[in-house]
């Protein structure tokens, strides 16, 4: 119908064409998991995805119990990503998760007010800082992937997900109050420590 | 009524330049839009991120909290002003090498103050780099690249910027 060169008016006499013609073009495609994945979707059995990563974390945090500041002095990241593909860049993710994970234990408080958050400045809303990071050491086990390009897998999202369980842990070991809810705040924390030795 | 706009002059790394700006114009809009230099980012817009930062007469400042009008008469650099023409300055070096930027929203901020702080301190040691690091917000690095980046700048093979 069309030939190289066509103009947005032949493209659209071409449509017009192809739609008289066929009826409305309709396109469906489909997820196909890798082989040896499999899912069923009824039971909700098996891997709904093939290429799930692997983590630990460890921290060490100091707590000051006269501020009830927590500061994290230390942490180890050990990652399986598959095949690493650009060691600096993947290293940086992984940092960088830590950061925001390191955040999300200690600093980060979404307030929410009817539907909006009320804290969305940075004046209000605090994230680390070049002050408030510890030195973070990332040791990766590479396990290649066979499906992934490179070999490689995912690697941006779960560092987020491990360090604040790893800095509640370590909390709980410094001062014997398990928090139930993160961030662990001078405020939070002196309310517990309160609390538990009341 | 609108007051008019008011004729400042400025040196813009290196170069003079004469702007018309609003009254209350903050340094920064006529950075980007009026010099047309959009190297330089808004972050916050409230002095908390650094984003914003460039060198006035010298001095590290956040370009969103001052008003130009203040900045009539005075030299500014911004991070289009740190590479040698087609040439990158060492600290731009480094932070590439290093893998000091990821986004990229803090880098040209996070520059100027690496490049603030090697100008006042040659050697800086890795408390030094943090604290002189700790006005600029990075979302994405967890830092570490950043203060590698800033040593590697500094090592006696390498040029100081």
Known sequence: MLRPGYTPQEFARACAAYIARQGPLRSYSQYQAPPGIFWDD????????????????????????????????NFVAVQEVGRVVNPVLAAGQIEGGVAQGIGLALYENVVWQNGRMVN?????????TAADIPPIKVIFEEQPYAYGPMGAKGIGELPMDGPAPAIASAIENATGIL???????????????????? | MLMPKAAINLTVN?????????????????????LGLTGTKEGCGEGECGACA???DGHLINSCLVPALQADGAAITTIEGIARGDKLAPIQQAFLECGGAQCGICTPGMIMAAVSLLGENARPSEAEIRNALAGNLCRCTGYMRIFEAVARACRPEGLQP
């Open chain 1, 42 to 73: 009824e039971k909700y059995q098996g891997d709904a995805y093939g290429a799930f990563a692997w983590a630990a974390y460890v921290a060490e945090v100091s707590v000051d119990t006269l501020t009830c500041e927590s500061r994290i002095t």
């Open chain 1, 120 to 128: 969305g400045q940075m004046t209000n809303y605090i994230i680390p």
């Open chain 1, 179 to 198: 928090l139930n809810s993160i961030p662990a705040t001078p405020e939070v924390l002196m309310a517990a420590l309160e609390n538990a030795y009341a």
């Open chain 2, 14 to 34: 290196g170069a003079a330049r004469s702007v018309a700006v609003w009254p209350m114009a903050r340094l920064l809009d006529v950075i980007r839009e009026e």
């Open chain 2, 54 to 56: 460039i060198l006035l």
